[in-house]
Each structure stands twice: as C-alpha cells, then as structure tokens.
C-alpha cells in the first residue's frame, strides 16, 4: 500500500491512485453489508469478538506498543501533549451550546482508550462523575488498567472495559470521545453509528483524527514514521484518513425516523504537531491534518 | 470481574460516588500504618512554600486539592509576630514590584504589616576603588514603569503575613514543629500501586503520602537530596552582615524618595538599604575573618566601620580592620582629610539596635534539574544566589508562580500533577531565567574583588558607559525591578 503512495503525486492524483477509495461517501450506499454485531456477554474482560469495527492488525499493532503507551519520551508523547488540547475543545464544544449538559457532573465514554491517556485525565477533573473507557486491545486495557492503580484518585470514577463498540451495554453518557480511532476502523460508518448510540441528547460526540491529504501523508507517514521515527512504523494507514466534510457529511445524514436532524452543526478545530513546542492550533489546517471534530445530539 | 461490577455501579448515582469517594479517603487517613494521601506536600514554611500553598488554596481551579505543610519551627509564633515601630529585625529582602504583585494576587500583601515595607525609588551603585557611579531613577530612565523600583521588607513580616492569608483561606494540614526523618516511596497494594509516591516520614511517627512533594526547604534541602538532585556551584569564601542601624535623618530624599545604596569593595559589596524612618537595613559581604571582626567590636566602633565603609578609601578601611578598638575615633579623624560628597552617600549612621548584627555565609547553588518524578524544588532549595542584587528571595517568588501556574494547568487539563510530564514546563519557564541571574551575580562579584589591576579602569569605564547610557540603564533597572525584558 504504502509503495504505491512513494510516487511523487499530487493530492488529487494520488487520491484517484489509491488502490483503496475511502469507504466512508456515501456511507449508506457504497459500504458492504457490515457483519450484523453480536451482543457481548456483558463486559466481560476476555471478550474480543470477531465481528466488529476493529482490524485485528491493528489491535495487534498498538497491542506491541503497550509497554511504552505511559513513557512521556516515547512513542506516544504526541498523544500525551495532544491530552490537554482534547479538554480544551471539549470545554469550547460544551460552552459553545445551551443545551449541553451542565458541566458540574459530566459522563465520559472513551471508545478507543488505549492505555488511558485520555480517560484518566477526563476521570481526574473534578467536574466528572464517571469515565467509562473501552479498547479492543486486552493487553493495552491491562496496562491503562495498572496505570490507573498509581492514582488513588482515579479508583472510584474510572471502569475499563475490553469489548469493541458494538458489544457494549452502558447507559447513555454526556460525552463519548474517540480520539485517534477512527483513522484505524475498517468500517468507519458501522462504528460511527454505534458509538454514537452512548450520547444522551444535549451531550456531545467528540473525535480526533487526521485529514487524507499529500501534507498528512507527507508528516505523518514517511517524517513521523520513516524518516525520524517519532511514531512507530504502521501506526499510521493513510488510507483510513478522513476528511472532515466526510464526518460533517455523515452527521447531516444521521437523522431521526421522522427525518429530522439530529445533530448539531459540527465544530471543527485544526492542530499542527510543532516539534520541540507541542501541539498548536492552527485555523484552517483540519482541511490538511490533525483535528478535532465535536457535534452535539440534538434529538 | 465482580469487583468490576461494584465500580460499574458508580455512574448510577452521583452521590453515591461522592459518597465513596470521600469514605475511600476517610479510609486512607484512618488506618494507622497507611499514610495519608495528600496531592502537595510542601516541606518547608518560608516565604516560598507559604507562597505556595497561599497561591494553590487562594485559586478556584486548585483550591480542592488536599494540600499539606511540614515545617520544623513554630508556625503560630511566627504567625503572631510583632515588634515595636522602632524595632526591625535583621533578615530584610528587597520585593520586586512583580512579586509585590503576585503576594497582591494570592491576597497576602494585605496581611503584611504595610507600616513597616519601604519602597525605594533610586539606587546609587560606586566602585569603592575607582569612585566610577552609576545612579538610578525611575524619573529620568523610565517614565512609564512607575516609580517604586523596590519595597524592603522584613521575612519575617513576609512570612507572617503569609501565615495569615493562610490561616483565612483555611485547608491545609500544617505539621509545625515537625522534623522529616525519613523519605521513602509507597507500597503496592491489590488496588494501589503508590511505589513511585513519596512517603515523608514526620517525627511522632506520621506518614504522609504524596502525589507530588514540593522541597521548599532551603539550600540544604533534604527534599532535593532524596530526589538525587545535585546542586553545583561554589562557596564565595564570603560572610553577609547583617545589622539593622539608624541613620542620622530619613533620607537625602526625605520620606517620599528613598534611596539603596551599593559599594563595591575588593571584599565584597556593602549595601545600605532603606527601611520605614530612619532606619535602614546593612548588608555587608565580607571575608570571614572581617565579619568575625565586624561582629566582635563595639556598637560604637561598628557604627564608625559602617560609616567608613561608605565613605573613606578602600586602603583606609583596611588598615581600620587592623586596629582592636578605637575605630570611632579614627573614623572621625580620618573623615577630616577626606573630601566626601555627603549627599552621594547613605546619612551617616548614628546607632546599631542591639542584637541585631549576624552573619551567614555566601555561596552559589544551583541544582541539576527543579523537577523529579513526583518532587518539585522551588527557592534556595533549587538554587541560592549571591545576594548582591538582592534576587534571592525574588527568583523564589518566581519560582513559586510558575509552579502554581503549571499546577493550575495540570489540575484543569486532567493531568497529574506530581509526573515530570506535567511539571516540564515549570522547568522550561523558570531553569534558564534563574542561570542567567545566577550567573550575571557571580560575574558581578567576581569582577569588583579586585582591588587594583587592568580590571580596575576597565569596569569603572563599564560603569559610567552604564551610567550615560540611557536606554541599558533602563534595562539594567528592569532587571533589578523584576519586570524586565524576558530572555527566555
């Protein structure tokens, strides 16, 4: 796949090019009949089932990086300094609506925790009464799972669980986030749907991930990747990117049986990894890389 | 798994959660042989850890943490501190006007006794070998930065103001009259795995655990030492006088235009700095044996050496080391043939208050790093500066900012609070700022302990370069005043 995207090519070009077209527009048509998911006996620990949202490869993939996911100089430390960005547009997001719930007492669900970068700071605000994170992988779960054991503070109001999306069962919540997720699901309109099922009406559904342009190519593939190393080789399939319009787009076709909307407008804010600073936001740049994409449930 | 489920059950009701979560606490401080959980400790109740923890309670982002003091002297002592209106003590410290408005910020400035801080408005700086001066103020050099380049301040009534905000704002554990024994790490538990936590093990036989330690505690800090931070630098092979003396008058520049005044000697700089009245504060770097000698004179004698070292020849003052006693008398005859421009000097000095001239050693201190998994140095703990500029207790300030500031931050964003992570930016903020400083003071004393040679003309001419140059003057102020330009 990658051998393909080696040849110097335009953005346009390369998009025809690639071997693979987006599955995601339009989500209803073009999209194979997803397996029909299979309940999960209830959040049990062991319980990986074969139909669902996730790539095996991938599980296995972020599964070897489990030992490094809490080293502030390894592999993730882009993810450890995007953290705080996440709890800014979460706090623009809920600020920028009436109707969002009061933000005294707010329900997390984390789909995708990892090792719990992202659950654990959401569980350690005090304005949060309960995080609930979940990831395919049971060998990283086991290792935000230990992590969480060093904050005493954490014990009462964090509850990890290894299920994919489509087996969970938990009462809806304020806030589900999936945060570099969705750029590693195979069927990004299946998973949309289900994880979309957690959010309360009023609450907001909160993602981060990464535009399919050449400059995200360029930066996350062949400079992160290939040429400094900063991130492991494969975290990234290029491929699996999605646009913001494409996640815009999908939230204005999700209505309700009456055809009504039943989301918000979208809020969108662009982030460009500066090494040796950190994470900046920058205005414009979802339409190339990182960003954060927020909409609330109206209905 | 079953465990699981109970845990489940949290996001079913709200208080319930609550309620757990505060008997889970209940349980960590009950049960003798676990030590108490607390997200700061701070080992150290000077003018820095007071600062703070006046600064974590006194901010509504922070103020929920549990927060604990440990501190070895009596609290409640200092917090009562008093002294006459004609009485100062002789530990003062020079407040820049941008810790002046943090104490402001974190509600202490208001419960310091205000009769008893000096603002000061000019400095006059000489070379005691050459005469070459620079003189500051803030009416000629910088209209705009208003005209307060300093306030001098006791530590004590810092301290004890401190103490008060503190007491209002309420919520700290405070361990006075407490020694730590011992620092260890915490244990694993099936639930807690606390092996990365300090432990501080108090005298009395109290644990206290926490998320992060902050070593507040002095040059010699026990916090750093634990933390295998090492501090580099050097012992100046200098001692500080210090006296609290009363000058003939309040002033050339009457009440309203105080002035400090700083000569640099071969030994070291003698610094007279303005205090409420007629009173001013002494600092005199020394040699060892000079500031035994200083120490074991006569009040009157020592009064004369004071007045000498503001005004007679370096050579004169040498020789009036030599002498076992009569320095009054050789003073007065020595002042005859001396030509002095008095009002470029201090007011002379008329008497020393009793009990009041000690002396400390200088050095230069910095350590490694501020920061450590779980520990934090802010203050003399993390580096201790010469105290020609009178920095010290301000690069403290600085320090202590920051470190709220970065908490703040971690403690808004999720993140823990005591995990180098979260901590790299009080680092980034403060480390090379406070070199600088250390260095520039280093270099300042180095270059005037000459008492003739090359360097000699060479540095006068520095000084009146400095003195005509407006605009350098400016920054050279800025940098005094703590609001200067920032490097870094």
Known sequence: MRSSLLRPTTPRALLRSSPKPRQLLPLSSRLPPPPPPQPCPARSHSSTTTTSSVNETEISHFSS??????????????????????????????????????????????????????????????????????????????????????????????????????????????????????????????????????????????????????????????????????????????????????????????????????????????????????????????????????????? | MENLLRRRAAFVCHSCVRSARQQSWRNYSSVPPRPDIYDVVCVGGGPAGLSLLTALRANPNTSHLRVALVEAQDLSRIRSWSLPPDKFSNRCSSLTPSSVKFLEQIGAWEHMARDRVQPYQEMQVWDGVSGARIEFDWAGAAPNTGTTIAYMTENLNLTSGLLKRLEELGGVSTFD???????????????????????????????????????????????????????????????????????EGEGWGGEFTKIAYQRFLPTGPVAMLPMPGNYSTLVWSTTPSNAAFLKSLSPKDFTAMVNAAFRLSTVDLEYMHTQTSGQDEEYSWRMEHTPV????????????????????????????????????????????????????????????????????????????????MSLESYVSERYAANHVLLGVCDKLHKLYSFGSGPLVPLRSFGLSAVNALGPLKTFVMNQAAGNGIKVF
Not at chain 1, 68 to 96: A, E, K, Q, T, V
Not at chain 2, 180 to 209: A, C, F, H, M, N
Not at chain 2, 356 to 384: M, Q, W
């Open chain 1, 65 to 299: 990086l489990a030992s490094s996911w809490w080293d502030p100089h390894g592999p993730s430390r882009p993810l450890h300094l995007m953290n705080p960005h996440r709890h800014d547009f979460i706090r623009s997001c809920l600020s920028s609506s009436p109707s969002s719930p009061p933000c005294s007492s707010l329900t997390y669900l984390d789909v995708g925790c990892g090792g719990g970068i992202f659950a654990e700071s959401a569980a350690r605000l005090p304005t949060t009464t309960s995080v609930t994170g979940i990831d395919a992988s049971p060998v990283i779960l086991e290792v935000a799972k230990s992590h969480a054991k060093r904050d005493p503070s954490l014990a009462q109001k964090l509850t990890y669980i290894n299920c994919p999306v489509e087996s969970l069962t938990l009462p809806p919540v304020d806030i589900v986030t999936c945060f570099e997720v969705i750029e590693h699901v195979d069927y990004p309109s299946q998973f949309l749907s289900e994880l979309t099922k957690f959010v309360k009406p009023g609450g907001w559904v909160i993602m981060s991930t990464i535009a399919r342009t050449w400059t995200s190519w360029v930066t996350t593939n062949l400079v992160a990747e290939d040429i400094l190393g900063m991130v492991p080789k494969g975290t990234h399939d290029w491929n699996k990117y999605l646009h913001e319009y494409e996640l815009r787009e999908w939230f204005q076709k999700d209505r309700t049986e009456n055809g009504e909307k039943k989301w918000g407008e979208a809020r969108v804010m662009g982030v460009v990894f500066v090494p040796g600073c950190g994470w900046k936001e920058v205005r414009g740049s979802e339409k190339i890389g990182n960003y954060f994409f927020g909409v609330q449930r109206l209905a």
């Open chain 2, 177 to 247: 009259n407490a020694r730590v024994e011992d620092i260890t790490y915490g244990e694993e538990t099936e639930e807690l795995d606390l092996r990365e936590w300090p432990v501080i093990q108090l005298s009395g036989g109290k644990q206290l655990s926490a998320r992060l330690l902050v070593g507040a505690d002095g040059a010699n800090s026990p916090v750093r030492s634990f933390a295998n931070i090492e501090a580099k630098g050097w012992d100046y092979n200098r001692h500080g006088v210090v006296a609290t003396v009363e000058l």
């Open chain 2, 341 to 420: 421009d008095h009002r470029a000097v201090p007011q002379a000095v008329t008497a020393v208050q009793e009990g009041t001239i000690a002396s400390f050693p200088l050095k230069l201190r910095h350590a490694d790093t501020y920061v450590a998994e779980r520990v934090a140095l802010v203050g003399d703990a993390a580096h201790t500066v010469h105290p020609l500029a009178g920095q010290g207790l301000n690069q403290g300030q600085g320090d202590v900012q920051s470190l709220a500031k970065t908490i703040e931050y971690a403690v808004t964003h999720g993140q823990d609070i005591g995990v180098g």
